[in-house]
């Protein structure tokens, strides 16, 4: 796996949408279980969604169940994260990440992308 490179973030209301992208570089990104990940200010980075190789199966934390939508497109080499109803204490960096299989570590890393949801 190549690079991988966040977009999508921004600053925002509660209760407003965003749509994270995240593009990979390299021939074998459907190879590769995607992952997102977020960290805020003084806190811990923190799982968020994950979604296997073909996209058959996703996985959420339980504070963004039912608000966030994890996706890919393996002909685009991209994985999105779709943001409903945003909620302040969403704000952070978020990370997209790679890793062979779902259940070995994640091993490449975005830059990330910011978003800062205001209330």
């Known amino acids: 796996q190549g690079q991988l490179v966040e977009s999508g973030g921004g600053l925002v209301q509660a209760g407003d949408s965003l749509r994270l992208s995240c593009a990979a570089s390299g021939r074998t990104f459907s190879s590769y279980a995607m992952g997102w990940f977020r960290q805020a200010p003084g806190k811990e980075r923190e799982f968020v969604a994950s979604i296997t190789r073909i996209g058959g199966n996703t996985y959420y934390a339980d504070s963004v169940k039912g608000r966030f939508t994890i996706s890919r497109d393996n002909a685009k080499n991209t994985v999105y994260l779709q943001m409903n109803r945003l909620k302040p204490e969403d704000t952070g960096v978020y990370y997209c990440?790679?890793?062979?299989?779902?259940?070995?570590?994640?091993?490449?890393w975005g830059q990330g992308t910011q978003v800062t949801v205001s209330s």
């Open positions: 990440a790679a890793r062979s299989t779902m259940r070995v570590p994640y091993a490449y």
